[in-house]
């Protein structure tokens, strides 16, 4: 649906960010947010012009944003964060920006950081800026901690990326980007499938600290339940075709020890190893034995070995993990702290580390042949 008549439009300068050469506008997404839009707002359109976008408020979000300065553009019913965002950027593609950054309306996301976005948003073009809450000042609350590095762990290993953040709404996006990539999910789905679609689409992912800010007294927009299943499966779908990529993987490593040129060089190298025992079959026998033992468990072993450069063994544990994982997850979110936290232990075991090592590169993940032959 098209977004509905502007309230107040105004005419926005040719404004660039400080170096200059970025033409740079914010885009905030809000839906009964009025307790707390104002302040938002007047935070940002410090550094740059300010599209907000009413997603169906049944209070007066959308005037109170106007009356601080922003362009506010309303949806006559609540379509959900992610239409509202393409709305904004749409908005401001039009107003000519190149960059725009994206924050909540609720108070969570400092306004204050933006222009650290917008210099690494400068430093690399070709990027998507993550404002990342584990790398700042504050703490989120833990059941939302545990359940951004679940979702942490599959994203950056079903993607390659080492993103410590991957929930966080509070980006500069490259206008470019949506040239190449489109989302398909709606809601807060949006944010997990376009990050991943840009890595997909060869898009560098960097990250900048910002607070974690306490929004203990504010309703959040993020329905844990409704909202974490569909991120959920949004991410199961991307792990089950990582591990049809994996399978294939390993399969086709196997089956490799039986082409023809290698089976030939390899029973070579093995009668090679046995030939100073022709003179007594019995030692004969077992040094061939041996030698083919050798390198069959060579061979298994570079395997293995490829196998744990793409974050395989632990992404096993991690996906076995998941059912007793995410249930639990669930109830630590609605016991509001009145259970003892069994979750925060697994989730520091099982899901944090980073599952894909950075010195293989992205679009090319090891396999067993990429790696030195065993003498």
Same mark, same amino acid.
């Given at each position: 649906?098209?977004?509905?008549?502007?309230?107040?439009?105004?005419?926005?300068?040719? #404004?660039?960010?400080?170096?200059?050469?970025? *033409?740079?506008?914010?885009?905030?997404?809000?839906?009964?947010?009025?307790?707390?839009?104002?302040?938002?707002?007047?935070?940002?359109?410090?550094?740059?012009? %300010?599209?907000?976008?009413?997603?169906?408020?049944?209070?007066?979000?959308?005037?109170?944003?106007?009356?601080?300065?922003?362009?506010?553009?309303?949806?006559?019913?609540?379509?959900?964060?992610?239409?509202?965002?393409? @709305?904004?950027?749409?908005?401001?593609? *039009?107003?000519?920006?190149?960059?725009?950054? @994206?924050?909540?309306?609720?108070?969570? &996301?400092?306004?204050?950081?933006?222009?650290?976005?917008?210099?690494?948003?400068?430093?690399?073009?070709?990027?998507?800026? %993550?404002? $990342?809450?584990?790398?700042?000042?504050?703490?989120?609350?833990?059941?939302?901690?545990?359940?951004? /590095?679940?979702? $942490?762990?599959?994203? $950056?290993? @079903?993607?390659?990326?080492? %993103?410590?953040?991957?929930?966080?709404?509070?980006?500069?996006?490259?206008?470019?980007?949506?040239?190449?990539? *489109?989302?398909? *999910?709606?809601?807060?789905?949006?944010?997990?499938?376009? !990050?991943?679609?840009?890595?997909?689409?060869?898009?560098?992912?960097?990250?900048?600290?910002?607070?974690?800010?306490? #929004?203990?007294?504010?309703?959040? #927009?993020?329905?844990?339940?409704?909202?974490?299943? +569909?991120?959920?499966?949004?991410?199961?779908?991307?792990?089950?075709?990582?591990?049809?990529?994996?399978?294939?993987?390993?399969?086709?490593? !196997?089956?490799?020890?039986?082409?023809?040129?290698? !089976?030939? $060089?390899? &029973?070579?190298?093995?009668?090679?190893? +046995?030939?100073?025992?022709?003179?007594?079959?019995?030692?004969?026998?077992?040094?061939?034995?041996?030698?083919?033992?050798?390198?069959?468990?060579? #061979?298994?072993?570079?395997?293995?070995?490829?196998? /744990?450069?793409?974050?395989?063994?632990?992404?096993?544990?991690? @996906?076995?993990?998941?059912?007793?994982? !995410?249930?639990?997850?669930?109830?630590?979110?609605?016991?509001?702290?009145?259970?003892?936290?069994?979750?925060?232990?697994?989730? =520091?075991?099982?899901?944090?580390?980073?599952?894909?090592?950075? +010195?293989?590169?992205?679009?090319?993940?090891?396999?067993? =042949?990429?790696?030195?032959?065993?003498?």
């Amino acid at each position: 649906m098209r977004a509905g008549a502007r309230a107040r439009p105004r005419r926005w300068p040719g #404004r660039t960010d400080r170096g200059g050469s970025m *033409r740079a506008a914010i885009v905030i997404p809000v839906f009964d947010e009025s307790a707390t839009v104002g302040r938002v707002v007047a935070g940002a359109r410090v550094h740059g012009p %300010v599209f907000v976008v009413d997603d169906g408020s049944r209070d007066d979000s959308g005037s109170i944003a106007a009356r601080a300065g922003s362009e506010v553009l309303r949806h006559a019913r609540r379509l959900g964060k992610a239409q509202a965002l393409l @709305t904004g950027i749409a908005a401001a593609r *039009r107003h000519g920006a190149a960059v725009v950054v @994206t924050l909540d309306g609720d108070g969570q &996301h400092d306004p204050q950081a933006i222009p650290a976005l917008l210099q690494a948003a400068r430093t690399a073009r070709r990027a998507v800026i %993550v404002g $990342n809450r584990f790398d700042g000042p504050g703490a989120l609350p833990g059941p939302r901690r545990n359940a951004i /590095r679940v979702a $942490n762990f599959f994203a $950056n290993w @079903t993607s390659g990326l080492a %993103v410590h953040d991957t929930q966080s709404g509070f980006r500069a996006y490259p206008v470019a980007l949506f040239d190449e990539v *489109r989302a398909r *999910r709606g809601g807060f789905v949006f944010e997990t499938e376009i !990050l991943l679609a840009a890595a997909d689409r060869g898009w560098s992912v960097e990250e900048v600290g910002v607070a974690a800010i306490d #929004r203990a007294k504010a309703r959040s #927009r993020f329905r844990p339940v409704r909202d974490g299943v +569909a991120i959920g499966g949004f991410l199961a779908g991307r792990v089950a075709w990582r591990w049809a990529r994996e399978i294939r993987t390993i399969a086709g490593e !196997l089956v490799s020890v039986f082409e023809p040129e290698r !089976l030939a $060089n390899r &029973h070579a190298a093995i009668l090679e190893a +046995a030939s100073p025992y022709a003179d007594s079959p019995a030692r004969w026998s077992a040094a061939f034995g041996a030698a083919a033992a050798r390198r069959a468990g060579l #061979r298994l072993a570079m395997i293995w070995r490829s196998a /744990r450069a793409r974050g395989t063994g632990a992404a096993a544990t991690a @996906t076995l993990a998941a059912p007793l994982a !995410l249930p639990l997850l669930l109830l630590q979110t609605v016991a509001h702290g009145r259970a003892p936290d069994v979750v925060t232990p697994l989730v =520091d075991a099982v899901y944090g580390i980073t599952p894909v090592g950075q +010195a293989a590169p992205r679009q090319h993940l090891p396999t067993a =042949d990429a790696l030195p032959e065993w003498p």
